[in-house]
Structure formats: structure tokens, C-alpha cells
């Protein structure tokens, strides 16, 4: 495929060796990306980086939301894919053995705090990732360890995934450093049997919240922060609203607003900002973290996977509300969650405009990042353009 390192012999390359996360602070945006300035170019390279929709875009996705709309899943079907959904992961994994995804190298790209904690010196650490899958973010941390103290733990709730991690060769003699995978559903009610609350120093969601029911998000957002430590840092990356895989959903797919049922009966659930913001902070997304940002062109390789490759165009400055914010004060994001709701339909899902519960009594986290990565995807054969669109972010424990 095209978008997976398709490339012509005259193009020169240079290898990506730093994230384009662009801090809003900073006078220029970092090196280490692709920037599309002259649409003549498109054909030129097999990705490009922060690029805005096109301008019929709006025209696009509404034709796609009214055929989608037109043909939902029936009510009385529902049930059966929102009832234990890791079968439906099993069967996946069983499908696909380790071989469907690769492994996600370019995170310690996209989070050099990951890479950090596995340096010689960073002392005891602590890395949860959630959603392990078949491992492919937990083993290339493992392979480049350097921390002979450096604690991993791999949980996902389908026990197939949780083989396959277990019979990988690196987990049954690891290099260096620990790490341990089980079964856990991060919408339980009780935290891993291995670890107690309090104790974890990062803990990775990769395109993991999005597998989850609405109504599921509020628990997994206090099972995240229970496990953290105080101080501790929760990195997110996950399906951005209107990408190009919720576009090309058919009829019969659509659960509720930008949810959908995969052909193999997994789900999956297409984010906007402010969704994330007030899931972790109880606020919605701060004004700089939706703002378009001046780039330049500098080349990079394409040497990790399509689905979670580049990074967010924009930083939000650390915003989320004090540990003294008032119940006046949380009362004021609620409404205005709920007027952001009222006044674009479908922009946040009802389920955040409800009242807190005592599980998820705000605030949580403060926000170190939170963006959008818009990422052009070319087809140079067939010449196609494909716009994909992620959510980026990282949270402090508070």
C-alpha cells in the first residue's frame, strides 16, 4: 500500500528524528515533518503532514452522515455488539494472530517520555499500557530498555491478545527490566490484580478509548486515574471526528453519533477535542489546542503505521482547572459542555453533559498536550487522497 511507504527514486528523504508537535509557545515549528505548501506537490510524496480538510469537505462528510444515518444498526440488535465486546476482539486477534498491526516504533517519537523512562539512569518506573493488543507499542519500548528498574505491565481484555504478548520470546526473557501482561477490562470495577492504586508512573491509551461505549468512558477515566501517581502521566492517542475510516462507513454500521460497528463486530468511536478535554479535565478544550499553526516543508521517512503515524498540529499549554476549582466552577464546564452540545448537534455526546458522578468528580488531570493530527494520505498509483485525522494528547494526574 501506498501509505505504507510507497516512494519514487528521485525523492529525497531524511529520517524523522524528532515529533512535530508544535508548541504554541515557540516562535518556529519543530523539524521532523512533512508539509504540503503547494497543492502541485501532492503527488510528490505518499504523506503529508497538518493538512486542512479541502473545501468541499463539509459537503463530504454530510453526504456520508446521511447515508450512514439512513440505515442504522436496529435497537433491538445493538445489545449484541455492546455485550462483551472482547469476544469480538478474540476473535480478531485470533484472525490475525500479531500480524495485522505494526509495531509502533514512532512512539517514542510522539512521546519521548516513553523513551525517557527507559534511559540507564531514570531509576524505578513504572509503564501501564492499556489496550496492549498483541504488544507491538510494549515490545519495541522493551527492545530499546536501558533501565535494569524499569517495570512494564501489558493488560487488554481480550485473552487472545494477552497469549500472544505472553508467548512473544521478549516477554519470556526479557533484556532487560520487567514486564508482566494479564487480562483486565479497564472499565471494571476493580483494578489489576498486580498493581495497587497509586502506583503507576505512565500509562498508554492507544487507540483504545474509542473501543469503548459512552456510557463505558467515565469508569475507565477513574480506573486511569487510580492506578497513576500523583503526578503521574496518562498518554492518549485515538480516531479523530470525520476521518477518512468514519467516512467510508456504510449503512448497517452506525451504533449512536460517530459510533460505528466494524465488519468484524468490534467498535469504534470517532473523537472530537473538547470530548477528550472534558473526559480528563472536566473543562472543554482550551482555544490554542483548535488553532491552525504557519508550517514549513521538511521531509521525513515513512517508516511506522498508517493508523497512529504522525502527530498533533497544536499544543495546549497545561489549562485544566486547579485542584481548588469550586463547584461553582465545575457547575460552568458542565454547562457549557451542554451548550456546545445544543448549539452543534452531535459535537459532544450526551453522555458528558450529564452530571458528574462521585467517580469522576472533576478535575482529574491537567492538560500537557492536546491537538489534532490532519494527515493527507496519497495514493500516488491510482492518484487518491486520503485525509485521516487523529487525536493526540497527554494528561497529568492531579
Known amino acids: 500500500m501506498a501509505e505504507r511507504g510507497e516512494h519514487t527514486a528521485t525523492t529525497q528523504r531524511t529520517p524523522k528524528t524528532a515529533s512535530s508537535v508544535h508548541d504554541i509557545t515557540a516562535e518556529k515549528p519543530p523539524f521532523g515533518s512533512r508539509f504540503l505548501t503547494n497543492d502541485a506537490d501532492v503527488w510528490s510524496q505518499n504523506a503529508w503532514d497538518h ?40 476473535n480478531f486477534y485470533k484472525a490475525n494472530a500479531s500480524n495485522f498491526f505494526r509495531n509502533r516504533k514512532w512512539l517514542h517519537l510522539e512521546f519521548p517520555e516513553l523513551k525517557a523512562a527507559a534511559e540507564p539512569d531514570a531509576g524505578a518506573m513504572v509503564i501501564a499500557e492499556v489496550g496492549c493488543g498483541a504488544g507491538n507499542a510494549v515490545f519495541p519500548l522493551l527492545s530499546a530498555n536501558q533501565n535494569p528498574h524499569l517495570s512494564l505491565k501489558a493488560y487488554d481484555y481480550s485473552a487472545h491478545a494477552v497469549k500472544l504478548v505472553q508467548n512473544n520470546p521478549l516477554y519470556i526473557s526479557p533484556p532487560l527490566g520487567t514486564i508482566e501482561a494479564a487480562v483486565w477490562d479497564l472499565t471494571a470495577s476493580t483494578l489489576p490484580p498486580s498493581l495497587s492504586p497509586g502506583t503507576v508512573d505512565i ?27 500523583p503526578g503521574g502521566l496518562l498518554l492518549l492517542r485515538d480516531y479523530g471526528r470525520y476521518d477518512l475510516t468514519q467516512l467510508r462507513f456504510k449503512g448497517g454500521r452506525l451504533l449512536d453519533d460517530n459510533f460505528y460497528i466494524r465488519g468484524d463486530k468490534t467498535r469504534v468511536y470517532f473523537f472530537e477535542l473538547d470530548e477528550l478535554a472534558l473526559l480528563f479535565t472536566g473543562s472543554p478544550a482550551p482555544a490554542a489546542a483548535k488553532a491552525d499553526t504557519t508550517v514549513q516543508v521538511v521531509e521525513e521517512t515513512d517508516d511506522h503505521n498508517h493508523t497512529g503515524m504522525s502527530t498533533p498540529d497544536t499544543t495546549a499549554s497545561p489549562c485544566a482547572s486547579s485542584p481548588g476549582q469550586t463547584e461553582t466552577a465545575a457547575d460552568a464546564a458542565q454547562s457549557l459542555a451542554e451548550s456546545i452540545s445544543a448549539s452543534v448537534p452531535g459535537a459532544i455526546h450526551p453522555v458528558l453533559a450529564q452530571p458528574h458522578d462521585g467517580a469522576t468528580a472533576h478535575p482529574l488531570f491537567a492538560i500537557e498536550q492536546l491537538g489534532v493530527d490532519r494527515r493527507l494520505i496519497v495514493n500516488r498509483k491510482r492518484q487518491l487522497k486520503m485525509y485521516r485525522v487523529w487525536m493526540q494528547g497527554k494528561f497529568r494526574k492531579l
Not at 500509562?203 to 501517581?229: D, G, Y
Open 203 to 229: 500509562l498508554t491509551l492507544v487507540f483504545v478509548m474509542s473501543a469503548l461505549h459512552p456510557q463505558e468512558w467515565a469508569n475507565a477515566v477513574s480506573n486511569v486515574h487510580k492506578l497513576l501517581k
Open 51 to 90: 493538512v486542512p480538510p479541502p473545501t468541499d469537505q463539509d459537503q463530504v462528510i454530510s453526504a456520508a452522515l446521511v447515508k450512514q444515518k439512513g440505515a442504522p444498526i436496529p435497537d433491538e440488535e445493538k445489545s449484541k455488539y455492546n455485550e462483551k465486546p472482547a469476544r469480538h476482539w478474540d
